[in-house]
């Protein structure tokens, strides 16, 4: 079974001074379930022009801030058993996604090199690894609370699929343009 991991540049205010702080070009990281991308999680804004509310989403990457943004997208094979233990991890935080805020400290903490943990509270790239461990199989080796969006991208166990902006991924095509034919087919 694959699991997907979507690397991307939205060239945000917070992802350039994560850039800056990694030197790295990806900022955000997401891991999905699907190679089509329509089951696409992480930690970050809930709402695309309020950069303060963040915590757990489903990220829709037909939306303009996503098409737009540059990304590197990967597979890792997993086994179903690990595959469920994920799907099952993330059903948990889907159901309680309310409690869930986004851990800006936690960002100091990559940055100074010291885990900053708080209680129902993740920035991206912690959040990806956390569920990658929850099958028992780490994606790095170390703490997810001191896991960036680079060390993820540096994972051995990643398979390169895709580098460009997202709106040409090609397995995403085929999304975007079942979505232009029925926005066609409304406006006729």
């Known amino acids: 079974m694959e699991i997907y991991f979507v690397f991307t540049d939205t060239k945000t205010s917070l992802g350039k001074l994560i850039k800056k702080f990694t030197n790295h070009p990806f900022s955000h990281v997401s891991i999905s379930f699907s190679q089509d991308l329509s089951e696409v999680y992480s930690f970050g804004r809930k709402n695309i022009d309020n950069p303060f509310g963040g915590g757990f989403v489903k990220e829709d990457m037909s939306i303009p801030f996503f098409q737009r943004a540059k990304c590197a997208v990967f597979s890792c094979t997993v086994t179903e058993r690990e595959y469920e233990l994920m799907r099952a991890f993330m059903k948990d935080f889907e159901k309680n996604q309310e409690k869930y805020k986004y851990n800006f400290l936690g960002l ?39 896991t960036s969006p680079k060390d993820i991208y540096s994972s051995s166990e990643l398979t390169y699929i895709y580098t460009g902006t997202l709106k040409y991924y090609p397995f995403l095509i085929e999304v975007n343009q079942t979505l232009e034919k029925h926005k066609m087919a409304v406006c006729i």
Not at 121 to 135: D, H, I, L, N
């Open 108 to 146: 100091f903490g990559v940055l100074f090199e010291r885990t900053i943990e708080r209680e129902s509270a993740f920035f991206c790239s912690q959040f990806v690894a956390t569920v990658f461990k929850s099958s028992g199989r780490p994606i790095v080796n170390k703490p997810p609370s001191l």
